[in-house]
């Protein structure tokens, strides 16, 4: 039986870490990426979560407005109407930032999961007349696909509000 020279010992050794720990070393740093970029996205996803409900609590605020309360809100000051156009431009700039962020062509099913509460606000917000009213207004040089998806939506609501 042949005694194996340190040499040989590092060699064999090398061969072994090649064989398997390269492998398991790749698994490991693919794993971590993918851990990392769900972090992320659910990182991205509570921010916009927390923007929302900071918006309401600017709705709260400014109660008189009756913004959750009624589909359409009439006679308005001018005072009111500058608030008013203010919280909408404030929730299409949150709207336009979470479509930026979480909305993709071919989303996994969490992330579809994730979307559809957005989907939910936009419907909910475009069953107002006044906020559909305003959207060609608030829509102009906001990004094209992101115009886009809301004027469908605000289109599916005028049609169900008929």
Not at 21 to 43: D, K, M, T, Y
Not at 54 to 67: S, Y
Not at 120 to 145: I, N
Request: aromatic content about 12%; some cysteine.
């Amino acid at each position: 039986m042949p005694v194996w020279s340190p040499l040989e010992w590092l060699e064999a050794l090398s061969y072994l870490v090649t064989i398997v720990g390269l492998p398991f070393a790749i698994g490991v740093f693919l794993f971590e990426q993918r851990e990392e970029r769900q972090n992320e996205e659910e990182s991205i996803y509570q921010n916009l979560s927390d923007e929302y409900a900071d918006f309401l609590r600017l709705v709260l605020e400014h109660a008189d407005l009756q913004l959750r309360s009624k589909p359409r809100t009439e006679a308005l000051s001018a005072e009111q109407e500058e608030r008013r156009l203010l919280l909408f431009d404030l929730l299409i700039a949150l709207f336009e930032r979470a479509y930026l962020l979480v909305y993709e062509d071919d989303m996994s099913r969490k992330q579809a999961r994730l979307w559809q509460s957005w989907e939910d606000y936009m419907h909910f917000w475009c069953q107002r007349e006044d906020f559909r009213a305003l959207l060609p207004e608030m829509l102009d040089g906001e990004d094209p696909d992101f115009s886009r998806h809301l004027l469908r939506i605000a289109a599916a609501e005028a049609c169900a509000g008929q």
